[in-house]
């Protein structure tokens, strides 16, 4: 079964920033794609930045300039480093892996952008 636990989260000002973390229970060289989403209250869950196994990145556009995603496959962790943070970045992150035996999600992190 697999894990993934986020962490990093929390209450920072507009223009800050935070790096989020996706800790796995198994290897991340597993997966075909990590990736982080991200659900604001009363709104759909959306992209915000997905990375391959192949290395290749696409991000959302509301973020795109401003997080970075890498993966670090020896610690089996994603990292999601946002800066120049928004009031409209505030949502819970989900970190997410997919392989072919299915598609996983953490339990989320709380992020709120305060003006």
């Known amino acids: 079964q697999v894990h993934l636990v986020e962490s990093g989260g929390g209450l920072v000002q507009a223009g800050g920033s935070l790096r989020l973390s996706c800790a796995a229970s198994?290897?991340?060289?597993?997966?075909?794609?990590m990736a982080w989403y991200r659900q604001a209250p009363g709104k759909q869950r959306e992209l915000v930045a997905r990375?391959?196994?192949?290395?290749?990145?696409n991000y959302g556009d509301s973020v795109r300039g401003r997080f970075t995603i890498s993966r670090d496959n020896a610690m089996n962790t994603v990292y999601l480093q946002m800066n120049n943070l928004k009031p409209e970045d505030t949502a819970v992150y989900y970190c997410?892996?997919?392989?072919?035996?299915?598609?996983?999600w953490g339990q989320g992190t709380q992020v709120t952008v305060s003006s």
């Open positions: 997410n892996a997919v392989r072919i035996a299915g598609i996983y």
């Open positions: 198994g290897s991340i060289s597993s997966f075909n794609v």
């Open positions: 990375i391959r196994l192949g290395g290749s990145i």
